[in-house]
């Protein structure tokens, strides 16, 4: 139903007077006549004003109707004032995705300094596998994420951050626990505990050029749940070196010439609010700058 037509109806129905009506709404009398006409078919016929002499007055249905219309027409003046005021006081929420284990300590403090800039913003993070992640960009759940691949996809932009080294978490008392490096040969076979879908299906390629039967015997969401199990002596795991931490029953080597590149990734052509957009950026440039010193 047009907003217009309804503020057409509420001011000729405080004047009973088209002339008058029409002169107050800045608008020709014809045109005026022509909205309540359309109004009142939309209603399914209902007469909402009947005339009387040269001047015109509300029908009962008329009156019933404006009481509606005047209370809606205020809670949406209402709404507008509560919007125009709260514009620069509202909160702007970011919705941030990380793949599970790549929140570093670099993108902990830079979310840290941007809420204590402007305390108008809250972050929502989410931590998945890049292909979760990915999908969520792609619905607008996100408005950002933190991914260890890329796709073909064209609707989705990615900008390289970092490289980083990758590292074996091997319960303590495993026999490989007292090297100090390892192939991804050496683990190829172990028993696995994953926490990121690629991770899953190809680490085999990595490892050994072709596909490889692994034995993966947990599938977890995060990388802390997955340290848990390897404590536990349940299988390995491999995280980046962000996740080394002081683990009583867990040991982390790191893997011979084995990396792994995170990438920015955002929808393609997306307008963001400024303040997220101006997040984007500066985590883009720390996190390269970090990462040349």
Not at 229 to 240: D, F, H, K, R
Not at 264 to 283: A, G, H, N, R, T
Request: proline share 3%.
């Amino acid at each position: 139903m047009n907003y217009n037509y309804l503020r057409y109806f509420s001011v000729l129905a405080q004047v009973e007077h088209y002339t008058l009506a029409a002169a107050r709404l800045g608008i020709s009398q014809p045109s005026l006549s022509s909205a309540i006409h359309q109004l009142e078919d939309e209603l399914g016929g209902v007469k909402l004003f009947e005339k009387v002499g040269r001047n015109i007055r509300l029908t009962e249905e008329g009156r019933y109707y404006r009481e509606k219309v005047d209370a809606a027409l205020q809670e949406l003046n209402t709404a507008s004032m509560t919007l125009r005021d709260s514009k620069n006081s509202a909160p702007v929420v970011i919705r941030m995705g990380v793949v599970s284990g790549s929140l570093s300590h670099t993108v902990a403090q830079e979310i840290g300094a941007y809420i204590r800039q402007n305390d108008r913003i809250r972050f929502r993070v989410t931590e998945s596998s890049a292909e979760d992640l990915m999908d969520l960009v792609r619905q607008e759940k996100l408005d950002m994420a933190i991914v260890d691949t890329t796709d073909r996809d064209r609707s989705l932009h990615f900008r390289k951050l970092c490289q980083q080294d990758l590292y074996a978490a091997l319960p303590k008392k495993h026999p490989l626990a007292s090297g100090d490096l390892l192939s991804p040969q050496q683990i190829l076979h172990e028993p696995q505990v994953v926490f990121n879908y690629d991770m899953e299906n190809s680490f085999g390629l990595w490892a050994s050029g072709a596909p490889a039967e692994e034995k993966i015997v947990c599938t977890v969401n995060t990388a802390q749940a997955a340290l848990d199990l390897v404590g536990a002596g349940v299988g390995i795991c491999i995280v980046s070196e962000e996740c080394i931490k002081d683990c009583e029953d867990v040991v982390f080597l790191p893997l011979e010439s084995w990396h792994q590149a995170l990438y920015m990734c955002i929808l393609y052509d997306k307008w963001l609010e400024p303040p997220i957009w101006s997040f984007v950026e500066q985590l883009v440039t720390v996190i390269r700058k970090v990462n040349q010193e």
